[in-house]
């Protein structure tokens, strides 16, 4: 069954910014070699700033900011942030000013050298092309990191600018909606629907618009703190109360998979290096080694063990420019 319109409290602005609907495509030579009927959704190829999956979110987002007649933006995020990324080409599209506090990681203690990630590599090059105000702070808590993003929207608040405040990942009520959409796009039933989830915009619009279809939707953790399903929880009373109007998931409504994290949350997993060396090989597709590599790891290791079978569709979320960090 495919996910049904449904009668919203309140129906979100949107603005164009990518295109959509993105591709869908059998991967017949990954289906045959993993015994799978497996499907591709391409949010790699979303357009905005090198693609990936926050380009949908940041169509209602940007709305928000234009509707509130923002000057500057203001979010947090990991050094590599992808949303940071395509926010800042989001704004500047829009002629907004675009801010972030960004850290290293917040996993330093596992990989000594992770301060020279604070180099120019990834998306940070493309972060300076676009002109992003960037803060850098040094590792700390995911907490410190939100704290020192308030304080920089206080500061610009300060200096007299209207500033509008971005949840990290683009997960607030409206990041989610756009996935409830984006679920829309699904016009064929699949058995899983497979993803890489962090800040949980992406699982929770999806689990939204996947409820009640029969359609599983598993998301591959790439945080490997199990609170995240909390977070997630709160993210779908926020798109329940404020949009959907339906009832809102609760921590354990969420089919979350910690098993294919690695190292920790921003390192590389050898089975992730695996699997994007594997999709790149037979299909000539490329993954990112943060996240849609460790959720495919998860494709290939649960098709192997039996555990998952029939119609499957990997949600490709982008990411790609971490190959060049
Ligand atoms: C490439 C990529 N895939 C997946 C995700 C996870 O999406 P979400 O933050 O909506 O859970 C992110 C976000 O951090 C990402 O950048």
Redo the contacts with the bound molecule.
Sequence with gaps: MSPQRKLLRVSPSRISLIQTPTPLHRLNRLSKLLNLDLWIKRDDLTGLALG???GR?LEYLMASVLAERADIVVTCGASQ???IRQLGAACAMEGVRCAAAIMSMPYDEVRPNSISRMGYRGNLVLDQILGIELHPFTDGTWDELYAHAENIALAYETQGLKTYRIPI???SAL?AYA?YEASKEITEPFDTIV?????????TGLAHGFRGTGTRVL?IA?DPEPEIAQDFAELSLELSREILGDTPLCASDYDLDFNYVGPGYGIPSAAGNAALELMARTEGIFL?P???AKAFSAVIDLAQKGSLTGKVLFWH???VPALFV
């Design positions: 990936g999956n926050k979110k942030s992808n949303f990942g683009g997960s990041g996935f993803f890489a989830s962090s800040s949980g915009s992406t699982q998301g790439c990112d943060i996240y849609s979320t982008g990411g």
